[in-house]
């Protein structure tokens, strides 16, 4: 069956390092991958959405990698602050292409302690 | 401009009523979504409108559940004959025509049912 999966515990980092999440799936050939940001009583925020096709994504600190062998996909914040302290799911396509049917990771909290 | 907007913010309701959930999208988006997130699950679709088209109705889960979308714009999930497993925060999102990689969440409903 299809699975999205998330490290489900708690990232606890130091504020100014850089915060790695991690996003695996089975059995999809995704179109891309996205990352939203859910903060606690809040809808997801979208962030980034890298395509099959690439390898690496950039906005500001944050940083996507992609890689469609090992099914994987790599959340950076780097010089991590308090405020980027929620949680972060990761998302794809339900069908094949570009659907709009999402299916969610459970994930990751981050707690960026000052 | 404004976002997505839903409402109740908050619903109460006796196991065996049934309920409405409101979603306002941003105007002009073509796409609308509904999903469910239940405590430390992660976000379940449920239905998805695409302008004047059939809605693709594959991920709800019974048929207690509904949906319809008036004039292509507010949409209203209603659920019959509530049960306890209903509980949970119901999240609806749009997305502009053509652009249906990219979703813009509302703040959410969240449903009680004693």
């Known amino acids: 069956s299809q699975k999205i999966e998330q490290n489900s515990e708690a990232l606890n980092i130091q504020e100014g390092k850089t915060a790695t999440l991690t996003c695996n799936y089975t059995n999809y050939s995704p179109a891309y991958l996205q990352w939203y940001r859910q903060d606690p009583g809040r809808g997801p925020v979208f962030l980034l959405l890298i395509r099959e096709n690439e390898k690496e994504k950039r906005k500001e600190r944050l940083k996507v990698t992609f890689d469609t062998t090992l099914k994987q996909s790599l959340f950076h914040i780097t010089a991590s602050q308090p405020a980027d302290s929620a949680t972060y799911l990761c998302?794809?396509?339900?069908?094949?292409?570009?659907?709009?049917?999402?299916?969610f990771g459970q994930g990751t909290t981050l707690q960026v302690k000052p | 401009g404004a976002g997505v907007s839903q409402s109740p913010s908050n619903k109460v309701t006796e196991k065996g009523k049934d309920v409405e959930l409101r979603c306002d999208p941003i105007?002009?988006?073509?796409?609308l979504y509904w999903y469910r997130q239940s405590l430390g699950q992660g976000l379940e679709f449920l239905i998805y409108f695409q302008g004047n088209s059939a809605p693709d109705k594959s991920g709800l889960p019974s048929d207690r559940f509904s949906a319809e979308r008036t004039g292509g714009s507010v949409s209203t999930l209603t659920i019959q004959r509530t049960q306890q497993e209903d509980s949970a925060v119901y999240l609806c999102a749009s997305s502009p025509q053509g652009a249906t990689d990219t979703q813009y969440f509302g703040p959410g409903t969240r449903l009680t049912v004693l």
């Open positions: 105007s002009g988006h073509t796409a």
């Open positions: 998302a794809l396509d339900k069908g094949s292409g570009n659907t709009g049917k999402l299916i």
